[in-house]
């Protein structure tokens, strides 16, 4: 299975929610289709996740060039990502395919305007 | 601690001891010497390292919060006696959590690194004067996290002859 995520925008206001869909390039059997909004401190050597939400956005099987929708709220205290010298902030979209076997995964960085 | 070792190892406290036995111990107890003297020289060149606080100078910010972008307007006020040159300077340091790797183990630090700095000098005959700085829009805004934060500061530096820079800083939060 090979997913892709696709937001409809390239970023993301604070408080508003960002939509797209998660694109089935190779379909297969799955159980259901996490999408995980995060919030990542990285890093040379460790990270961290502040901040995590999602749910399920379909259930069921998935079939090659399906499309699906979702819709994701973004906090209102969401700052912008930035990069330092040996360090960074971002937020990250996670599509999980919870498949018989090994799990199929699609991440995507999100970026988050400057209120 | 060294001398004392030393003086056991060869045999100071008379032949009453065991030599073996007076030998190791003497040497043991010569190497934690050594390693106290170690111990009190490097913290003693940490502290060496750090800047005396800049005396007979204040800053006065228009506010000790600014956002990116933003401009920020720092007062200084004062003067030393001895003093060549005065700088006023935006700054902003990344702390992040990292693994350093030694010969014997895997240590978990703080890395410090100056991700941004921008000095301006102050005209030294000025009593008072007041600098500029604007923000730039695309740094790093304030953070404190996990493993990763950003920290901003103004700080005003006196170069002196002849003695370390005097140094004066004053924290401020960076809206993103």
């Known amino acids: 299975m090979k997913l892709e995520i696709r937001p409809d925008d390239g970023a993301a206001p604070p408080g508003q929610e960002l939509t797209g869909h998660v694109h089935v390039h190779e379909g297969g059997s799955s159980r259901t289709l996490v999408l995980t909004l995060r919030f990542w401190e990285r890093s040379a050597s460790f990270s961290s996740t502040p901040f995590a939400s999602g749910g399920v956005i379909h259930e069921g099987d998935l079939a090659t060039g399906q499309a699906v929708d979702f819709r994701c709220p973004i906090p209102a205290w969401a700052t912008p990502g930035v990069k330092g010298k040996h360090a960074e902030l971002?937020?990250?979209?996670?599509?999980?395919?919870?498949?018989?076997?090994?799990?199929?995964?699609?991440?995507?960085?999100?970026?988050?305007?400057?209120? | 601690m060294f001398a004392a070792g030393?003086?056991?190892?060869?045999?100071?406290?008379?032949?009453?001891?065991?030599?073996?036995?007076?030998?190791?111990?003497?040497?043991?107890?010569?190497?934690?010497?050594?390693?106290?003297?170690?111990?009190?020289?490097?913290?003693?060149?940490?502290?060496?390292?750090?800047?005396?606080?800049?005396?007979?100078?204040?800053?006065?910010?228009?506010?000790?919060?600014?956002?990116?972008?933003?401009?920020?307007?720092?007062?200084?006020?004062?003067r030393?006696?001895?003093?060549?040159?005065?700088?006023?300077?935006?700054?902003?340091?990344?702390?992040?959590?990292?693994?350093?790797?030694?010969?014997?183990a895997i240590v978990h630090e703080t890395a410090e690194t100056t991700v941004l700095e921008e000095w301006q000098v102050v005209p030294t005959l000025a009593v008072e004067a007041t600098c500029t700085f604007r923000v730039p829009p695309a740094s790093p805004y304030s953070y404190e996290g996990d493993c990763v934060s950003f920290a901003w500061r103004i700080a005003a530096r006196a170069a002196r002859a002849g003695q370390p820079d005097a140094r004066l800083e004053e924290p401020i939060w960076v809206e993103p």
């Not at chain 2, 190497?31 to 020289?41: E, H, K, R, S, T």
Request: aromatic residues 8%.
């Open chain 1, 90 to 115: 971002f937020w990250e979209l996670e599509a999980v395919s919870d498949s018989p076997g090994l799990n199929a995964r699609a991440t995507t960085v999100v970026e988050i305007r400057a209120r």
């Open chain 2, 80 to 104: 030393m006696p001895d003093m060549e040159r005065l700088e006023l300077g935006l700054i902003c340091d990344e702390r992040s959590d990292t693994e350093v790797h030694t010969n014997v």
């Open chain 2, 6 to 78: 030393v003086w056991v190892a060869a045999g100071g406290r008379g032949s009453r001891f065991d030599r073996q036995e007076e030998l190791w111990g003497g040497l043991l107890f010569a190497a934690f010497g050594l390693l106290a003297l170690y111990v009190v020289i490097v913290v003693w060149g940490q502290q060496s390292e750090r800047h005396p606080r800049l005396r007979g100078v204040t800053l006065s910010l228009t506010s000790d919060r600014v956002r990116r972008g933003d401009e920020l307007s720092v007062v200084v006020t004062g």
